[in-house]
């Protein structure tokens, strides 16, 4: 890592990781069973009821994509930042294609931690935050997080204090590298 680029790493890096292949196996499972689902509906007596279960296997890989996309690890520099996903390839995004830099609008208010901030500690616990980046030119599974942050299909992708290594970090950098 050079002076120019400074890399924001997930938390738990070997974690991020098995999460990643866990999430990717399980939207492949769903993928292959929905059809299955549907031939089995066609060719069981009474079996009409495994197309809402196909419908419905299809609808949850939608929020699988999005915990595969929505904070991967990422490096800024001067010219912009890469997105490094745990499963595909990096992605570079200039500056210029940054259409907003706003607040991640999908984590959890701190009135609703009280449990987290029992177990981490008065002293320790931080609320949550979060930046969004909204781009152009990211890959389409990034649409599915634009959509679930409510910026249409907009491709978005975030970094935040509960996922990345340094957010406090990255913020500063965030206002010092970006024009």
Partial sequence: MSAATHEFPARSPRAYRISQIVLAGTAGVLAVSAPLQVILAFTVPGGGMFVLTAILSLALILPLMLMMSATPP??????????QPGIGKPTTVPW???????????????????TRRLMVGRKKYRPAAGTMFVCEGLPWRYRIVGAFAGEGFAPSVAVTNRTHADYEQ??????????
């Fill in 96 to 114: 210029g294609a940054v259409k907003e830099v706003k607040p991640y609008p999908l984590l959890p208010p701190e009135d609703s931690e009280t």
């Fill in 74 to 83: 990422i490096t800024l520099s001067r010219a912009g930042f890469t997105i």
């Fill in 170 to 179: 990255f913020t500063r950098l965030l206002a010092q590298l970006r024009p």
